[in-house]
């Protein structure tokens, strides 16, 4: 599998640029020039030039500094939501599809008016009454889109739970939940899997139109969408303010994007050229 | 059939119930209520003016109390009135932005419908070639930029720059002196941009679904068949498989029926469209309940018809789900 | 060929994109980020003197300005309206008693054409024009004023405003045009409050429920601009009152935009969508300096009616010991503060009166920047860095706070942020927090739930602080929430609301900003200045105290440069 999908050369860009951001987030104290707070009053909105490669912010700060970290607080955002949304989408899905029944039909009813909510307005009500603390934000994206894996999740099980296989490890006396997770749930995983990569690019970009109605991540810590809503305002001054952000964030996204069509393609065997 | 749609219909109730009971909820817990906003850091507003507010929008009351005399409202088919200081009805306020939104989301899912099935096709029956790759990224990029930005840069380079297209708004300020044919230029001209900019950025999905679906019919033993028996690539492509192809696509579109409602505030706002998305949002931030109610109740009307109207065309258009 | 192909295409489209997107920006507007920090801000000056344009054409009418605002207004009854649209939109159709002149420093009259102040500053006295009729030829008399009156104090009438006019203890009509009202006790910003009370027709109104009357989308009133239309969301219009008592507007038709991003506003300005806005500083300095801007706009610069402070909670033990507020108000580099986030487009200030007016005590000293004693003033306070972690503590606890400001206000944002550093230099730990408005105000000043805020307070022209300063208003939702009290303070308050004499008046205040200076309950921090830009094609515009806009009706397009044709 892992070959098939190094043939493609649109996953691998992916999957490179994907590890590339990774270890630009993770070695980013190392990799930042300046002190992503440190502001210089005297050389406010300059552009890219040896002394800041990414110039400075309306605040004389660096923008590289500010960027790197800020990919921190962006892949940050897209982890942990997608790791909220996928733990309940499995954890309810799981339960649906294994006991049917009542339990089924009261979680489908609740997936149901989930969904009827426009996500976005839900996201927006909660964060401009809440604090708009990154883990806030975290947590609502993650809350409102868990129910795409809980629909797959369900279908899985739903169909494994006919096979012989399970009915014989229910006879054996095994618990409910060790068959689910043993046997039932790894074979659903791999479009979870692909469900995540693709969520995880879904929430940067998620971030940065919070960002843009003034309640995503807030200054002074930087993320790539309150750069890019900085740059926004200073459009005509200082490109380098919405364009690196801006290309940051298409980057990040198309990377993900590709990374996880290209696994879907894989796994799918439905769609293999032959 | 009648049973089926009885039964759906008779689960709109409790769903509207449940939807309008957290959206109350949310609402309700939210710092701050409408009366605060018009009196805060007003050094003229006395506590008794204060008090006064409360009383004349039923806030006093317990909140099981509001949502029941909402309730008993919504019933009676009366929405109520907004609580923002021009008291407009609230069907008035949603009647006045939803046709636009509607309009506009219509036009552009029939922009993104009429390129991404093209394309969607074209990249299936040449997968993996050199032009698959690029529609692909081409596709992804559009989808991966945040949408602001690149309006913002549209309406940069577009608007004031080369000065072809107007810059935001739905009509020019001399819209009433034209001739009929030139406000319907006038119109076009200003939709170009809002349209143009939600196309790019929604067709990755559609076009990628519209890809895997007719990929999915390709790989099919009767598509086999048919090249076996002589017949042109164009005619097992176009006759055959596209019509396969397309049925899940229909049922893509009656699930964006809901979604039709629903206005992006962010290009709302750059472009100052007034239409659903700004509503609901300056809604919420002033704490206009009953409109952030209104609009709740009616999207949750329009989506379960819309699924429901899905799974019909689902159903009508797919024959091994029929019935015998 | 395969693999390189899937690579080279994705690295082609986004090196296109980047490409593209710089382009479009380095291009927008002409001088993009070369740092030009000379700003001929004397060059604004001198341009918008009279003399300048004075070579242009007669006065002439006809023509439309176009503005643009965030939000749109909700209702044109003044006295209902809480948002500042609504205000705006409604500042057109109506006018009050007196309003004060251009250079702010006293009041003229507008529908009062003179009044007298009884010698026991009890009873007020006016004397209404005669000459005044609504736009639906109804005449204006002293019975609109009193039905005003009426509708604003009776409990049912949903305003905000009511407070000044329950200070009235009884109001005489003493003929069609002539009415007097009587205070309990002198009430010296009693004469400003009837600037503010917009008259309104009675014969429309009597008897109809003001809270739900119609007349609040579809008004009749007797100011300078008449309602036109009123698309929601979209336009505001208004037509040139013919009949105007103070001679009818040249510019014959107003239309507000409703844009509610800033961006768009600033690309709509640039291309002619928009005829006036405010700019930001930024905007100011950098992006309005091109010669095509130059050609076609200008822009003014005057001081602003508001002021930027950093409140303390002064219930906080930390806060309590005056010694650590001025140590602050030494760390603190004001003018670092104007340079930074205002481009030095406005003034550090030492108190809440507004520089330029008489108010203003021109003998404070101010503190000045002195980190060094900073330091010392918290030593003597008990604060050392005992443990070398470059923070100062004292009895084992770090010096460290929050300090909150609201959502959605840049400056202020980076105001707390150039302020964070700065007591951070001197061993102070600070966090900087954003809050959303209404949460802001509900959560944590109403229920005086915060360390230090970032806030700002619009000036009024009288110089009453009593909401503000007075130990009586630190309840609930008041506006002492810093809970200052000081009894020699209580007490100047209180004779500054009672005497009329404007020398003892100015002895008050003079003395209040200097206890205030000492105490430092606010540190006080900036006046920012008001910078409009409009279309060069506008003549007739008088920079004063007051601004620009205080003689709108006399602003005019000449006929040659007109660029809408309405006809008057």
């Known amino acids: 599998m892992g070959r098939r999908l190094l043939r493609n050369p649109l996953a691998v860009a992916g999957g490179v ?115 708009a603390s990154i883990w806030n934000i975290m947590l609502v994206i993650g809350l409102t889109s868990w129910m795409g894996v809980c629909r797959l999740v369900r279908a899985e099980v739903l169909s494994l739970r006919e096979r012989d296989f399970l009915v014989a490890a229910e006879a054996l006396g095994m618990k409910p939940s060790r068959v689910i997770l043993r046997h039932a749930l790894p074979n659903a995983l791999a479009p979870v899997f692909v469900a995540g990569i693709l969520g995880v690019a879904g929430a940067i970009l998620v971030e940065s139109a919070l960002s843009f109605l003034g309640i995503g991540v807030q200054p002074p810590q930087p993320s790539w969408g309150n750069i890019l809503t900085e740059g926004k305002s200073t459009l005509g001054v200082a490109w380098w303010l919405s364009v690196c952000p801006g290309m940051a964030i298409l980057i990040t996204v198309l990377g993900y994007n590709l990374l996880g069509e290209g696994l879907r393609d894989v796994l799918d065997p439905r769609l293999r050229a032959r | 059939m009648l049973s089926y749609l009885a039964k759906r219909l008779a689960g709109f109730v409790p769903l509207l119930l449940g939807i309008s009971f957290v959206s109350f909820l949310v609402m309700a817990m939210a710092p701050g209520t409408p009366v605060d906003l018009m009196t805060d850091l007003n050094p003229k507003a006395s506590p008794e003016a204060r008090e006064r507010l409360e009383k004349y929008y039923g806030l006093d009351q317990p909140l099981y109390v509001q949502y029941g005399l909402w309730l008993g409202r919504i019933v009676r088919g009366d929405l109520g009135t907004s609580f923002s200081r021009d008291r407009r009805p609230v069907l008035d306020k949603i009647a006045e932005a939803l046709p636009i939104t509607l309009f506009l989301n219509v036009l552009d899912l029939t922009l993104i419908l009429g390129l991404a099935i093209p394309i969607g096709i074209y990249s299936a029956s040449h997968q993996y070639s050199f032009a698959d790759r690029a529609t692909t990224v081409f596709v992804f990029v559009g989808f991966a930029m945040p949408s602001f930005w690149v309006a913002l840069l549209a309406m940069m380079l577009l608007g004031e720059q080369l000065g072809w297209l107007p810059i935001s708004g739905l009509r020019s300020l001399d819209y009433d002196s034209m001739s ?100 609901f949002y300056t809604s919420v931030l002033m704490r206009d309940y009953p409109v952030v109610m209104g609009i709740t109740l009616i999207g949750a009307v329009l989506t379960l018809f819309g699924n429901l109207l899905a799974d019909l065309m689902y159903v009508a258009v797919d024959p091994r789900l029929r019935k015998r | 060929m395969r693999s390189g192909s899937g690579l080279a295409a994705v690295a082609l489209a986004l090196a296109t994109c980047a490409a593209a997107s710089s382009l479009v920006l380095l291009n927008g507007c002409g001088d993009a980020g070369r740092g ?31 503005f643009g605002t965030i939000g749109d207004g909700s209702t044109l009854i003044p006295m209902l309206a809480s948002d500042s649209s609504s205000h705006e939109y409604a500042g057109y159709l109506f006018d009050g008693l007196l309003e004060y002149d251009k250079t702010l420093s006293h009041l003229e009259p507008r529908l009062a054409q003179s009044w007298e102040v009884s010698p026991d500053g009890l009873k007020i006295t006016f004397h209404l024009r005669r000459d005044v009729h609504w736009t639906d030829g109804q005449p204006f008399t002293a019975r609109d004023v009193q039905f005003a009156f009426d509708t604003i104090r009776d409990p049912k009438t949903m305003t905000a405003y009511a407070e000044d006019y329950k200070q009235v203890q009884s109001f005489e009509l003493l003929g069609d045009h002539d009415f007097s009202v009587t205070y309990e006790k002198p009430f010296a910003p009693a004469l400003a409050s009837w600037n503010s009370l917009m008259v309104l027709p009675r014969h429309l109104l009597e008897g109809k429920d003001i809270n739900e009357t119609d007349f609040s989308q579809h008004p009749v009133g007797l100011g300078s601009h008449v309602f036109e239309s009123w698309e929601r969301n979209t336009r505001f219009t208004l037509r040139a009152n013919p009949d105007y008592y103070r001679g009818r507007a040249h510019v014959e038709q107003v239309v507000y935009r409703v844009i509610p991003d800033e961006s768009t506003q600033f690309l709509e300005l640039k291309s002619g969508g928009l005829d006036m806005m405010g700019l930001t500083p930024l905007q100011f300095r950098r992006q309005t300096s091109s010669a095509a801007f130059d050609r076609d706009f200008r822009k003014y610069r005057y001081v602003s009616n508001s002021y930027t402070y950093m409140g303390y909670n002064l219930d906080n033990p930390l806060f309590q010991d005056v010694r650590v507020r001025r140590a602050f108000t030494y760390a603190i580099n004001k003018q670092e503060i104007v340079d930074v986030v205002l481009f030095g487009l406005g003034q550090a200030t030492e108190g809440p009166y507004r520089p330029g007016t008489a108010w203003l005590n021109k003998n404070l000293k101010p503190y000045g920047f002195d980190p060094a004693k900073a330091r ?17 503590d004292k009895d084992g606890k770090p010096f460290s706070f929050k300090i909150l400001t609201n959502q959605g206000n840049d400056q202020r944002l980076k105001t707390a942020t150039v302020i964070q550093k700065r007591l951070r230099d001197i061993g102070i730990d600070v966090a900087v927090r954003v809050v959303e408005w209404s949460a802001f105000i509900n959560d944590f000043i109403d229920k005086r739930r915060f360390d230090v805020i970032v806030l700002g307070w619009s000036l009024s022209l009288d110089p009453d602080q009593y909401d503000i300063w007075h130990s009586s208003k630190t309840g609930y939702k008041q506006f002492n929430f810093v809970g200052f009290k000081n009894a020699e303070v209580d007490e100047l308050l209180e004779k500054g609301r009672r005497t009329f004499d404007e020398a003892e008046r100015r002895r008050i205040y003079d003395r209040l900003q200097e206890i205030l200076v000492d105490e430092q309950p606010y540190t006080f921090l900036y006046v920012p200045d008001s910078l409009p830009i409009v279309a060069s094609r506008f003549h007739g515009i008088e920079e004063a105290p007051a601004g620009i806009s205080w003689n709108f009706p006399q602003w005019y397009v000449p006929k040659a440069s007109q660029k809408y044709s309405i006809t008057p």
């Open chain 3, 36 to 66: 030009r920090q000379a700003e001929p801000a004397q060059r604004a000056a001198s341009e918008s003197s009279p003399k300048a344009h004075e070579a242009e054409a007669t006065p002439a009418y006809g023509d439309a300005i176009v």
């Open chain 1, 17 to 131: 640029i994907v590890l590339a951001l990774f270890a630009a987030a993770l070695l980013a104290p190392w990799l930042a020039p300046y002190d992503p707070s440190d502001f210089d009053a005297a050389h406010v909105l300059e552009g890219p030039s040896a002394l800041h490669l990414l110039g400075t912010d309306g605040l004389g700060r660096d923008v590289l500094s500010r960027m790197l970290f800020g990919a921190r607080v962006s892949l940050m955002v897209g982890f942990v939501s997608v790791g909220i949304s996928s733990l309940v989408g499995v954890t309810l899905g799981a339960v649906a599809g294994y006991f049917r029944g009542v339990v089924d039909t009261v979680l489908m009813r609740f997936v149901d008016v989930m969904l009827t909510f426009p996500t976005f307005f839900l996201i927006l009500a909660v964060i401009a009454y809440l604090d």
């Open chain 2, 180 to 279: 009929l044919l030139g406000q319907a230029w006038d119109r076009v001209r200003h939709l170009i941009l809002p349209v143009g900019i939600a196309a790019l950025t929604g067709l990755a999905g559609l076009s990628r679904y519209m890809r895997s679906s007719m990929l999915e019919v390709l790989r099919q033993d009767y598509i086999q068949t048919a090249r076996a028996k002589g017949l042109s690539e164009r005619a097992v492509v176009y006759r055959h498989a596209l019509r396969n192809a397309l049925l899940p696509v229909v049922t893509i579109l009656g699930l964006s029926i809901p979604g039709l409602i629903g206005g992006s505030v962010i290009a709302e706002t750059i472009f100052a469209i007034p239409g659903m998305g700004r509503l």
């Open chain 3, 376 to 392: 010392a003033l918290l030593a003597e306070a008990g604060w050392r860095d005992s443990d070398g972690d470059g923070i100062l």
